[in-house]
């Protein structure tokens, strides 16, 4: 009976270390020396330059199941009738190293670290994750919040889905929007504490469409969010 003891720490001790290996190598590490401590989700490499602190590289293996490594004639063979498959074969002609799958993966990473941020007023973290025209719109919120007294209480209870709905080329720039359905609590209070919007008692389910980009042409491998709007 011992044997079958020890043999079942040894295996689950195995399980574990697969476990963590595993969430490393899609969520990167955290030092305590990174800074605001949000990396870029959508990285494939690391330098030592020091923009490259705030990324998180994520497995460039291309092994995905439904994703095959790209190819010239993709954009040949890709569904005249489906512009995201189109879009996705454009995209993967620019840069070969594009997979899709890993991309959604890294989508909802930079969901939940974006919405974090933004909740907390954190703008540093927010702005090598924005281009430019959204930051400043993310900025100029926080700021409107912070001059009211204002206080945003957000909790993410968790993303159900994150889809592309959108791929395109624009010049060098790949674009791609992710529909994120996603599980929330939302709640503005007043410098007195009043609740002014959302109500911190209850879960509401948002949609959220992001749209994401990035130079093909740079060595810079980061995308950056570039639009969003939601549902009401």
């Given at each position: 009976m011992g044997d079958f003891q020890f043999f079942d720490i040894i295996l689950f001790a195995m399980i574990a270390a697969f476990?963590?290996?595993?969430?490393?190598?899609?969520?990167?590490r955290?030092?305590?020396?990174?800074g605001s401590g949000h990396r870029d989700p959508f990285s494939r490499r690391q330098t030592t330059d020091e923009a490259d602190d705030n990324v998180i590289p994520l497995?460039?293996?291309?092994?995905?199941?439904?994703?095959?490594p790209a190819a010239e004639e993709d954009v040949e063979t890709a569904k005249a009738d489906d512009p995201l498959s189109q879009g996705i074969a454009?995209?993967?002609?620019?840069?070969?190293?594009?997979?899709?799958?890993?991309?959604?993966s890294g989508a909802k990473v930079a969901f939940e670290m974006i919405l974090g941020a933004f909740a907390e007023g954190d703008s540093q973290s927010l702005k090598p994750l924005?281009?430019?025209d959204v930051y400043a719109n993310f900025e100029q919120a926080?700021?409107?919040?912070e001059d009211a007294g204002e206080e945003l209480e957000y909790t993410l209870i968790g993303i159900k889905s994150a889809d592309a709905v959108e791929a395109f080329m624009e010049k060098s720039y790949a674009h791609v929007t992710i529909k994120f359905v996603s599980e929330q609590v939302n709640a503005l209070k007043d410098k007195d504490g009043n609740v002014i919007d959302g109500d911190p008692d209850r879960i509401i389910e948002v949609?959220?469409?992001?749209?994401?980009a990035r130079n093909t042409k740079s060595s810079d491998?980061?995308?950056?969010?570039?639009?969003?709007?939601?549902?009401?």
């Open positions: 476990l963590v290996l595993r969430l490393r190598s899609v969520l990167g955290r030092d305590g020396h990174d497995p460039d293996n291309n092994k995905s199941l439904d994703i095959e454009e995209i993967r002609k620019a840069d070969p190293t594009f997979n899709m799958n890993e991309f959604a924005l281009n430019s926080i700021r409107n919040r949609t959220d469409f992001w749209t994401f491998p980061n995308w950056s969010l570039v639009a969003t709007r939601s549902l009401d």
